[in-house]
């Protein structure tokens, strides 16, 4: 994929807002309600907004603000798909949305649906027959379709996948598949609905390049998204609160603590940095006047204090099983899909019981078929794994489901029953537990997700955040020893992720081993004690977030298709030594500031300056944390803690 020019040093690109975008826009909505059946409240109330030719457009609140309520209608539908009640107007041109047919609005809209299971056909067996589906309903001439397919697969840095089955390939790898399709179909409004949910931070950042493409194309791009790498991107920002517009301008203006905490969000870690820094309004998302201005600044930790102004969410978890300390080890572990794909090439780890470890690495890295073995979901071609010291090898599923808790990435391969509560009940009832024990369980996991007042709905009428927060909790309640969460942070708001992060850290003080795969960097530094990388189906590096996100690690983590946490970038521009949090970070700015003689200083990287070198992480070829197949794990070291920010949600 097109990686383009990096928002990370922004320069501001002229769109269609600076011109007549306001007065020929490519989409138009005027006075827009809509209202789902069944419901008492709008899920948009009153939103006007115009996206000219050339522009780029997000779209930022809470989940349930509305976001993708917005999308279906500016892609045109609503209620032609979806029905709701609806009132105002949607132009694409001169075409009324609400009213047209599927083929008045072929060519001049296309949609990017949030999960990618659900734009794929389903009756391509490659690729390249996929990218073909839309533009045969277009009846488009061969040459031109095989023309624009190898432009888009270039494009999108996925030829190398054109002659997979899309189904066989990982939930990033989907998403791209997902964007090229509708890319190719070259509409005039391209409309996405969270496009990097399941992205890595390369596989984002290239989006945003994309974007920005597209856009220099004179398409108009309307987006809704939570990362700050596609917010911060845009050449405006709306800001939807209950379905009604709080706030309409640069990214900048609107993603600030001024807006957002009111609504119970926390502004991107660096518009935060911009905040303390004083630069919010000129250069929130420039990371080199950001780390140019904190050179010049002090009280930083005071200063992010008052920006941020609430506290994080606090989550109990009382063990009600009684399980043994249980380790895993996994040693020598080889797996080979059908069609000679090896997934996971000779991985060796060990996991102590307690520990949090994420497991991070590219799309198609290998990540999920490795966790996948924790609970014999797979079975290893070579290798072995042992969970509290037994061989997983020939034990049924349903054996290991006593010990090892895996939540799925996508919640509707998990979630079958009619109420939330029933979903909850499930598990502990089959694993023979007491009613008594399963009452106290489900109570617990109810809290502990926030899901009582929802106990009696039924899943599938909850959005995508909180389906995964149910299909946590329904494994939550079955209280087992090894937790396993395959991307649990994708779709949530930032009051999500710091749930889930609460989850996480309660669940492993209650003695219980955590083991998450994710994409959200500043998720696996502020949570998780271990980060272990991976990169077509090997481990390249694995140690704390402080050894990991180490200024000397970054080339490592990019060829990988990571990047270090913002906070751990701006403190290796500052030349601060690894500083993998935002608390970490600002405890680095004041110490320096503090020591007066040893100021930071944009540019510099020396990990010696304002901080000790970290402890060397393991390397390809050097000493893995269990050195032999079944040896000691290593020790366990603890995540920064303190003053915290997520992405804009």
Known sequence: MSTGSSSRDRV????????????????????????YPGQLAAAIDGVDLAVGSGELVAVAGRNGAGKSSLALAAAGLVPRVVQAAVGGSVWLGGVDALRASAADLAGRVGIVFSIPARQLSG?????????????????????????????????????????????????????RVAVASIVVMEPQTIVLDEPTAQLDPAGAQAVAALLGELAAEERAVLYAEHRSTLLGAADRCLVLDSGRVVAFDAPGQVLSSRILVPLGLEPPTIVVLAEVAGIADRGAFDEAAVAAALAG??????????????????????????????????AGLVHRYPGGIEAVRGVTLGIPPGQRVAIVGQNGSGKTTLVKHLNGLLRPDAGEVRIGGASVGGRPVFELARTVGFVFQDPDDQLFNRTVERELRFGPANLRLPAATIDRLVEAALEATGLAPQRLANPYDLGLSER??????????????????????????????????????????AGRTVVAITHDMEFAAE???????????????????????????????????????????????LGLGTTPTLAALLAALDGAAAGGDRAPVPGRTDATAGSPPPAEATVPGGT??????????????????????????
């Open 624 to 649: 893995t944390p269990s050195a032999g197949p079944f040896g000691p794990p290593s020790g366990r070291s603890s995540p920064a803690s303190g003053p915290s920010a997520r992405d804009a949600s």
């Open 123 to 175: 009756s391509k067996p490659t690729v390249r027959e996929e990218l073909a589906f839309g533009l045969e309903n277009l009846a488009l001439p061969r040459d031109e379709m095989d023309a624009r397919i190898d432009r888009v697969l270039e494009r999108m840095g996925i030829g190398h996948l054109a002659g997979r089955d899309p189904f066989t390939l990982s939930g990033g790898e989907q998403q």
């Open 527 to 573: 949570h998780f004690e271990r980060i272990v990388v991976m990169r077509a189906g090997e481990v390249v590096l694995d140690g704390s977030p402080a050894e990991v996100f180490a200024p000397e690690r970054a080339p490592v983590l990019a060829s990988t298709g990571l990047e270090p946490p913002v906070a751990a970038r701006i403190g290796a521009r």
């Open 297 to 330: 600044s002090r009280r930083h930790r005071e200063r992010a204090s008052a920006v941020l102004g609430r506290p994080r969410p606090a989550v109990d978890w009382e063990p009600v099983r009684d399980h043994p300390p249980t380790a895993v080890e996994i």
């Open 468 to 509: 995964k927060l149910v299909a946590l909790a329904s494994v939550l309640a079955m209280d087992p020893a090894v937790l396993v969460l395959d991307e649990p942070t994708t779709g949530q708001d930032g009051p999500g992720v710091a749930r889930i992060g609460a989850i996480v850290d309660a669940v492993a003080a």
């Open 12 to 35: 501001p690109r002229k769109s269609g807002s600076e011109g007549d975008s306001e007065s020929r826009p490519r989409l138009r909505i005027e006075g827009l309600r809509l209202r």
